[in-house]
């Protein structure tokens, strides 16, 4: 049944990326994070003929369907497979030494959750993957099953669960019994051990933070936002800008302090003070929008 079903993802922020990202309106931008084209396409729409767009992304799945999302624009368009952590070396091989803009958009795609064989979701029966890409060699489930304990127990706290201790001692507990093999499986372990009073409290399911941990450690989340962000900023033109757009604390945390650093060495300039969050009316429309931060950032006619 999986096969057949239409997967759809909703960009957030889809207007207010557009608005603050485009500056030059021939120029050559990077969607880094191309999913399903949703932003790409919006932006394309709003360029001249004459502008490039390159869209990367580490999922050849996501790939496939932005292609078919962009069809209308490929002579404009090129879609690239790769990890945005290797930005310059892929830039580099398509002949660019500079950009007018990157687009990062950091949250997982409505597909990875609602495709219950790419492992990310609790709420779907699955395997413990949670790969962005399949050629990844790490999976969720070797961290479960095979990590020691203060390495999960260290991945779970750090991704704000304050119940890490019982959960990997749980885990460990488990995994001897037998191999924790399913996002079910998981779900249950931590489910149990968080105290009901803390369930009712908490406006989120029990093992959101334990599973964001686990997706974090599996595709080198916080590494590759690092590098990206270092390397990039190397490709902007003057007057170029990055548009970032966080969905946890931890995230954009990097992004806010990377940007700040940025600003205070010179030839930048923070274009949001504070973070754009959707509206209400978006939310309500698009849940998984809730969470959403927006933070932009420029490089200077003058300095750099």
């Known amino acids: 049944m999986e096969e057949k079903t239409k997967y759809s993802h909703i960009p957030v922020m889809l207007e207010e990326v557009s608005d603050l990202l485009i500056t030059d309106k021939s120029g050559i931008y990077v969607d880094a994070t191309v999913g399903m084209g949703g932003h790409s396409l919006n932006l394309i729409k709003r360029l001249n003929k004459d502008a490039r767009l390159v869209g990367i992304d580490w999922d050849p ?20 497979s790769g990890n945005f952590a290797d930005i310059d070396g892929i830039l580099k091989k398509e002949g660019i030494t500079l950009i007018s803009g990157l687009l990062l958009d ?59 201790r019982r959960i990997t001692s749980a885990i460990l507990d ?16 931590i489910e149990d051990v968080i105290p009901f009073s803390e369930r009712k409290r908490r406006a989120s399911h029990p093992a959101t933070k334990t599973f964001l941990a686990l997706r974090v450690a599996v595709n080198y989340e916080f590494d590759n936002l690092t590098k990206v962000l270092q390397r990039s ?13 966080t969905f946890h604390s931890l995230e954009d945390r990097i992004v806010k302090e990377t940007f700040k650093s940025m600003a205070v060495v ?3 300039k ?3 003070k504070k973070p754009l969050i959707p509206s209400q009316s ?13 933070r932009v950032i420029e490089k200077l006619k003058e300095g750099l």
């Open 106 to 164: 950091l949250g997982i795609s409505s597909l990875h959750f609602d495709k219950a064989s790419r492992g990310f979701s609790f709420n779907k029966e699955g395997p413990l993957d949670m790969r962005i890409n399949p050629q990844n060699p790490i999976t969720a489930y070797n961290i479960i099953n095979s990590w020691p304990y203060e390495q999960i127990e260290h991945l779970i706290r750090i991704c704000g669960e304050k119940f890490s």
């Open 61 to 80: 799945e996501m790939l496939d369907i932005a292609k078919n999302n962009l069809s209308d624009y490929l002579e404009q368009v090129k879609l690239i």
């Open 174 to 189: 488990s995994r001897k019994r037998a191999d924790i093999k399913t996002t079910t499986q998981l779900s249950k372990i």
């Open 266 to 268: 010179g030839g930048w």
């Open 282 to 294: 978006e939310v309500d429309s698009n849940p998984r929008a809730r969470s959403a931060k927006l």
């Open 233 to 245: 900023s190397q490709l902007l033109s003057a007057g170029g800008r990055i548009a970032v757009i």
């Open 270 to 272: 923070i274009i949001t």
